[in-house]
């Protein structure tokens, strides 16, 4: 949510950089709204002094006296009006609340114009492909003993298309990937958490899943709860409503849970295997920082993530995502896509992300300065650290040995137990 007082004193200025992205925003309507609004609490607030007023003078009459009793009539009809202006400042505020969260957050200035994918900004790479990728490397789909191992026709059974069980030594590697990522991040300095796998509308609202993602979550209607499509969700709430200590900042935690995406619309040859599922797993690093240093603490969220793929030995590719392409609540994202040799594409594996105060403001996240001065609005930030259905294609495409096995990262190895998966061809 942007500062309204700071989108009224520059709103041509915020309407210039919003245009940048690709959300659609009714200006005419929310500042109609905005006008109408400030009218009615302007009027609901002069009734109340009269009403104020009144009831003063009325202390210092004696009661059952002609003036007295004219004073009362005044207020009853004081009293009356205010009500009526209240409910009708509250109706317009309800109303504009949701116009206002319509409103995505302000592109940074250093992210580049675009409109599309296509024109994202490849930053950074790592990695050779000639040397990290197998001369054996197909599809991950296409392994022999795939299927046994990822077996996507009992999930399709049990529960539908993208809710893959992974059985037997698969099973143990997802675990290993997960204790792997979890442990480099709290080396790193992240504080692990365990965070619910259901939120609440606020929860959602406040990071800006809704109202522009709600057709994206999966819905409980009965309990109004939605299944998270990231920890971000559960984990940034964990301050809403709070006030930090400026002398606890910065704040860094991560955690591991099933996410949940409907991913309505998706269908074809990018979207096989896993290379996109409605439920799979991932590690979540969040931050919570001064405003004066949240780009600085992109930039070392970024490293994070970057790191765990260079240990995995995957060769990988930074793009800094174009203002038409970047979400609706980021300031500023950069994309980390592995490259999968079977499949001879870039996929990605994590986002790094700087919403600014956006989140923030929604959530009533707080900190308080040292100088015991007036509470500030902090900054938040998050990078996936990292989602395993695509970190695992690429694993097992890249590593394929001649005789049909895949090798196993040494980096996973002291959980996994082993040095290869998979089934040899004979």
């Known amino acids: 949510m942007l500062d309204i007082k700071y989108l009224r004193d520059n709103l041509e200025a915020v ?36 009403q104020n007023a009144a009831n003063k003078e009325m202390a210092h009459m004696p009661k059952g006296t002609p003036e007295f009793m004219a004073k009362v009539t005044e207020m009853k009809t004081a009293s009356a009006k205010v009500k009526e202006l209240e409910k009708m400042a509250a109706d317009i505020d309800d109303e504009w609340k949701q116009l206002f969260l319509t409103i995505p957050n302000i592109p940074h200035e250093s992210v580049p114009h675009g409109k599309t994918e296509d024109d994202n900004k490849e930053v950074a790479t790592w990695g050779e492909i000639e040397k990290l990728v197998s001369k054996q490397a197909i599809p991950h789909w296409d392994l022999s003993w795939f299927s046994t191992h990822v077996d996507f026709e009992r999930g399709v059974k049990v529960t539908g298309a993208g809710f893959p069980f992974y059985v037997g030594d698969m099973a143990r590697l997802v675990r290993a990937l997960i204790q792997f990522f979890l442990e480099e991040a709290t080396d790193a300095g992240y504080q692990e958490v365990l965070a619910p796998l259901l939120v609440n509308p606020a929860s959602a609202t406040a990071t800006g899943q809704l109202p522009d993602k709600e057709g994206q979550m999966y819905h409980a209607p009965t309990d109004d709860l939605y299944l998270i499509p990231t920890a971000e969700v559960p984990v940034t709430n964990f301050f809403r409503d709070e006030i930090i200590p400026e002398e606890q900042l910065p704040i860094y935690r991560c955690g591991y849970t099933p996410c949940f995406r409907r991913e309505a619309g998706s269908w074809g040859a990018h979207v096989r295997g896993l290379n996109r599922l409605h439920q799979f797993d991932k590690v979540e690093m969040v931050k919570w920082v001064h405003p004066d240093t949240s780009f600085d603490e992109l930039d070392k969220l970024r490293t994070d993530a970057e790191r765990l793929l260079q240990k995995l030995e995957l060769p990988y590719r930074v793009l800094l995502i174009c203002a038409g392409d970047i979400g609706f609540p980021h300031s500023k994202q950069y994309d980390l896509e592995v490259w999968a040799g079977g499949q001879k594409r870039w996929l990605e594996v994590s986002s790094c992300s700087n919403f600014t105060d956006f989140q923030a403001r929604r959530a009533g996240i707080r900190y308080r300065p040292k100088n015991g001065g007036k509470a500030e609005v902090l900054h938040t930030l998050n990078g996936s650290g990292l989602g395993l259905p695509r970190v695992l294609a690429a694993l097992l495409e890249n590593n394929v040995q001649a005789d049909g096995t895949v090798k196993v990262p040494q980096v996973l190895r002291k959980w996994y137990g082993k040095d290869t998966i998979g089934v040899a061809v004979k």
Not at 21 to 26: H, M, R
Request: aromatic share 6%; no cysteine.
């Open 15 to 50: 309407q210039a950089a919003i245009s940048r992205k690709k959300f659609q925003v009714n200006w005419e309507a929310i500042l109609d709204l905005d006008t109408r609004r400030r009218a009615i609490i302007a009027e609901s607030e002069q009734a109340k002094s009269v």
